[in-house]
């Protein structure tokens, strides 16, 4: 597998319901990161989750990291029509004065009302 | 504040030709990217540029050029368009920080969906 691959690539729900994305990476990370695509759209950036961090919370968005597991998910709450989208995580690995930003191919995520 | 955007938004090249695409920021980001989207193979990137005046090759560098003459400005050129580079393109920014990547949230641009035939 690549670093940062998300798990399934395609999930469909009925709104009000819950969804759950999972990202696995294989190296060690900074932190990692959530984005969402609107169908032709650019990405929107989500939710940044530090190593040193277990879970953040935005709005209905719960993020949850396990470094030892080197994995992550995405949940979404009481979805709606709206939060149909395709989602990244984006694994960074800082070394030196560098380091990468590697997107995952993606969750596509269809909510019917 | 528009944030990043993007011209042209479509463009159909032929084989051969040259073209530039234009990103501009107003959110006097320092960092800004260049990446281009296929299917199954995520998002991907080409130059990045973590200062007026400086420029770095990505993962894909081959066929392009670019060039960030203004901080606000990056442009991405392309000198003789191969079907190869039929794609979306999406230019990014952030703030600088420790690493040149991911220290903080990158802000996309809407795209450019440029077919080659």
């Known amino acids: 597998s690549q670093q940062g691959e998300e798990d399934p690539q395609a999930l469909s729900i009925q709104e009000g319901e819950n969804a759950t994305m999972n990202c696995s990476y294989k190296t060690s990370i900074n932190n990692l990161q959530w984005y969402r695509q609107n169908s032709g759209r650019g990405l929107v950036h989500l939710i940044l989750?530090?190593?040193?961090?277990r879970e953040k919370h935005s709005g209905r968005l719960r993020v949850t990291l396990d470094t030892s597991k080197k994995s992550s998910s995405l949940l979404i709450t009481a979805s709606r029509a709206a939060d149909t989208a395709s989602y990244f995580c984006?694994?960074?690995?800082?070394?030196?004065?560098?380091?990468?930003?590697?997107f995952g191919q993606g969750t596509e995520l269809s909510v019917k009302p | 504040n528009a944030g990043v955007t993007q011209t042209p938004k479509f463009r159909v090249l032929k084989t051969g030709q040259s073209m530039t695409l234009l990103c501009a920021q107003d959110m006097n980001h320092e960092y800004m990217y260049w990446y281009r989207q296929d299917p199954g193979m995520g998002l991907r990137l080409i130059h990045y540029?973590?200062?007026?005046?400086?420029?770095a090759k990505g993962e894909v560098p081959d066929g392009y050029n670019v060039s960030r003459l203004k901080k606000q400005n990056f442009l991405l050129g392309l000198e003789s368009a191969a079907p190869s580079q039929t794609s979306v393109y999406f230019c990014?920014?952030?703030?600088?920080?420790?690493?040149?990547?991911?220290?903080?949230?990158?802000?996309f641009g809407p795209g450019t969906r440029l077919t080659v035939t």
């Open positions: 540029s973590v200062g007026e005046g400086t420029t």
């Open positions: 990014a920014s952030s703030r600088s920080g420790r690493a040149t990547f991911g220290s903080y949230e990158q802000y």
């Open positions: 984006a694994t960074c690995m800082i070394y030196n004065q560098g380091g990468k930003l590697i």
């Open positions: 989750i530090r190593s040193n961090e």
